[in-house]
């Protein structure tokens, strides 16, 4: 089964307007964090945002936050205000266990986004 | 503070030779990661070490690929010989191993292999 599931290719968004990148995953493991991560066309992985399974509130890093609701274990990423140098191939990851542990993180099959003038 | 230096950025191959990749983490980063992203997918973990230990290595393709980090700090990737699937992206990440709740991995540009 896949731990990570990113199910938009592709999305399309108008410039200063806000968007939301689909992630689900799947885990029995009661303690793990999520990510997101940027990766422009020159292929860097740029992290953008952290979500611990801990975490009573929603994290936020400027025009990122991350919807997170652990019943239906989704963990959105929205970018608000698009602007061009958003477009780029957008990465979901998880990674199991306690804090702290270095763990593996198990990505996504990725969205890429395509911000329009 | 530098990010994760990676070389050679781009490699050209035949099948059957081979090939070395190098990584220099962030300075006092423990933890060092090997992924291989192909096209159209997200990065999958070849090897993590931890100092100059393995700890994970599970889906490394141990009959081509090795790899190592003598001192724990830079490393290298070796493919020998290389197949036509080796094709993709070499990433190194770095990450601090704090007893922190984030412990985030950094990336490296990459390393872009083409297998001919």
């Known amino acids: 089964a896949q731990k990570i599931t990113q199910t938009q290719p592709g999305m399309f968004v108008q410039e200063k307007e806000a968007v939301t990148l689909d992630c689900t995953y799947d885990t029995s493991d009661p303690s793990y964090g999520l990510f997101w991560y940027k990766q422009p066309s020159s292929g860097e992985m740029i992290f953008l945002i952290y979500q611990g399974s801990y975490d009573q509130q929603n994290a936020t890093e400027g025009r990122y936050s991350l919807n997170f609701q652990k019943a239906r274990k989704s963990a959105n990423l929205v970018i608000s205000a698009s602007q061009l140098g958003d477009s780029a191939m957008y990465f979901c990851a998880m990674r199991e266990g306690r804090r702290g542990s270095a763990r593996q993180l198990t990505f996504g099959s990725g969205t890429q986004l395509t911000v329009l003038p | 503070e530098a990010g994760v230096a990676q070389s050679p950025r781009y490699k050209i191959i035949e099948k059957r030779q081979s090939v070395a990749f190098w990584c220099n983490p962030i300075s006092g980063h423990a933890t060092l990661y090997w992924y291989q992203q192909i096209l159209g997918q997200g990065p999958k973990l070849l090897i993590q070490?931890?100092?100059?230990?393995?700890?994970?290595d599970s889906q490394l393709p141990k009959d081509r690929f090795s790899a190592e980090r003598l001192k724990g700090v830079d490393s290298t990737l070796k493919i020998q010989p290389a197949k036509l699937e080796d094709s993709a992206v070499y990433l190194c990440a770095s990450s601090p191993s704090r007893q922190a709740s984030t412990d985030t991995q950094y990336f490296g540009p990459g390393t872009r292999l083409t297998v001919l």
């Open positions: 070490f931890q100092n100059n230990g393995v700890v994970d």
